[in-house]
T-cell receptor, first 113, second 114 residues
Framework: RKEVEQDPGPFNVPEGATVAFNCTYSNSASQSFFWYRQDCRKEPKLLMSVYSSGNEDGRFTAQLNRASQYISLLIRDSKLSDSATYLCVVTPEGGTSYGKLTFGQGTILTVHP | DAEITQSPRHKITETGRQVTLACHQTWNHNNMFWYRQDLGHGLRLIHYSYGVQDTNKGEVSDGYSVSRSNTEDLPLTLESAASSQTSVYFC?????????????FGPGTRLTVL
């Protein structure tokens, strides 16, 4: 079983739609959780961190469920510019493992007019 | 502006050759990482360093080595390139020891081993 699993998609949605991605992780001791965004043939960039209480950044909402070991990302009012691959990212348990990221394989989103 | 750069951006080499990919950051970050990205696997950690003279193996370190002689650079060397090492390679850095530190990625190097 992969440490971080995502539905690869692709998700094809019209502008203005709401779309949600889920991600599961296998290590219950994982410390921190993130969503990164990667545009075609570019480097990944941090979209948002994910906190247990849930957090929102404009049209984006991230949720963490530690009991079920899954993370979600909700995008409201999708824009053409949201088209990208969304990477679910987890850091392992603490100690000397800081900074080591484990990536899911990514979920492809295409927003069309 | 501070940044992280990689060179070359594209490289074609032959099986068995030694190849070195450069990574340079001007943020003075202590922590630097090398990942490879392949279809179906996402990004996987190759090697990482928490400071000068410190290097550690990641998930897929076989056939790769790194050295850290200064804060700014973490070159990745493929000792004897193999076709299985055809991939896109990303270097990244973070400033400190926090799990919540943002990791900044370079633009990537696309390596083809023939």
């Amino acid at each position: 079983r992969k440490e971080v699993e995502q539905d690869p998609g692709p998700f094809n949605v019209p502008e203005g739609a709401t779309v949600a991605f889920n991600c599961t992780y296998s290590n219950s001791a994982s410390q921190s959780f993130f969503w990164y965004r990667q545009d075609c043939r570019k480097e990944p960039k941090l979209l948002m961190s994910v906190y247990s209480s849930g957090n929102e950044d404009g049209r984006f909402t991230a949720q963490l469920n530690r009991a079920s070991q899954y993370i979600s990302l909700l995008i409201r009012d999708s824009k053409l510019s949201d088209s990208a691959t969304y990477l679910c990212v987890v850091t392992p348990e603490g100690g000397t493992s800081y900074g080591k990221l484990t990536f899911g394989q990514g979920t492809i989103l295409t927003v069309h007019p | 502006d501070a940044e992280i750069t990689q060179s070359p951006r594209h490289k074609i080499t032959e099986t068995g050759r030694q190849v070195t990919l450069a990574c340079h950051q001007t943020w003075n970050h202590n922590n630097m990482f090398w990942y490879r990205q392949d279809l179906g696997h996402g990004l996987r950690l190759i090697h990482y360093s928490y400071g000068v003279q410190d290097t550690n193996k990641g998930e897929v370190s076989d056939g790769y080595s790194v050295s850290r002689s200064n804060t700014e650079d973490l070159p990745l060397t493929l000792e004897s390139a193999a076709s299985s090492q055809t991939s896109v390679y990303f270097c990244a850095s973070t400033p400190g020891q926090g799990h919540t530190d943002t990791q900044y990625f370079g633009p990537g190097t696309r390596l083809t081993v023939l």
